[in-house]
Antibody
Framework: EVQLVQSGAEIKKPGESLKISCKGS????????IAWVRQKPGKGLEWMGI????????RYSQSFQGEVSLSVDKSITTAYLQWSSLKASDTAIYYC?????????WGQGTLVTVSP | EIVLTQSPGTLSLSPGERATLSCRAS???????LVWYRQKPGQVPRLLIY???SRATGIPGRFSGSGSGTDFSLTISSLEPEDFAVYYC?????????FGQGTKLEIK
């Protein structure tokens, strides 16, 4: 069974750093890219970027370029989304998803709350 | 980046009725790599249609997709209660993938 399991909810202060994770299982991890999607409370889906598990061809949406960093450790079949300095506007649910012919499997989401 | 505009913003229909949702791209979507998702309240999005018109695994036949280039649509032939949700289109033909803003399908 294909699964993407994300790390738990986080509460952070503005300016703090954060790294959340997404562990894939049940499939050949290196075959499919992992995308990250943001959903602010009550809002739509925003494509943040995508990374290949071999570490090449990482792409970022213009809206997120320079704001976040995507990485992968294929030895433990885990993808990461990282911030160096969080803002209150980063409060959202963050999803990882496997990119096939579309995003066919999704993680359960990680709620990130940034508040003073 | 390709901008996707979905219409209408909200669609009010009754169970059993036919729904047609639109997704228009600011430029042609390469390879017609246009997909549709349904997101029920409090749930993770689910892939319905890929490559504009192919149903994803396990998706019932009442869902169909059509279109090419810049104009795409999702049709639900006869609405079931679980279909009242938000629908998103997404393109992944260009190097930077993008979502539409969503169409909310609500019970009339």
């Amino acid at each position: 069974e294909v699964q993407l399991v994300q790390s738990g909810a986080e509460i952070k202060k503005p300016g703090e750093s954060l790294k959340i994770s997404c562990k894939g299982s049940g499939y050949t991890f290196t075959t499919y890219r992992i995308a990250w999607v943001r959903q602010k409370p009550g809002k739509g889906l925003e494509w943040m970027g995508i990374v290949h598990p071999d570490g090449y061809d990482t792409r970022y949406s213009q809206s997120f370029q320079g704001e976040v960093s995507l990485s992968v450790d294929k030895s433990i079949t885990t993808a990461y989304l990282q911030w160096s300095s969080l803002k209150a506007s980063d409060t959202a649910i963050y999803y990882c998803a496997r990119h096939n012919t579309g995003l066919d499997y999704w993680g359960q989401g990680t709620l990130v709350t940034v508040s003073p | 980046e390709i901008v996707l505009t979905q219409s209408p913003g909200t669609l009010s229909l009754s169970p059993g009725e036919r729904a047609t949702l639109s997704c228009r791209a600011s430029q042609s979507v390469p390879g017609n790599h246009l997909v549709w998702y349904r997101q029920k309240p409090g749930q993770v999005p689910r892939l319905l249609i890929y490559d504009a018109s192919s149903r994803a695994t396990g998706i019932p036949g009442r869902f169909s997709g059509s279109g090419s280039g810049t104009d795409f649509s999702l049709t639900i032939s006869s609405l079931e209660p679980e279909d009242f949700a938000v629908y998103y289109c997404q393109q992944h033909g260009a190097s930077h993938h993008t979502f539409g803003q969503g169409t909310k399908l609500e019970i009339k």
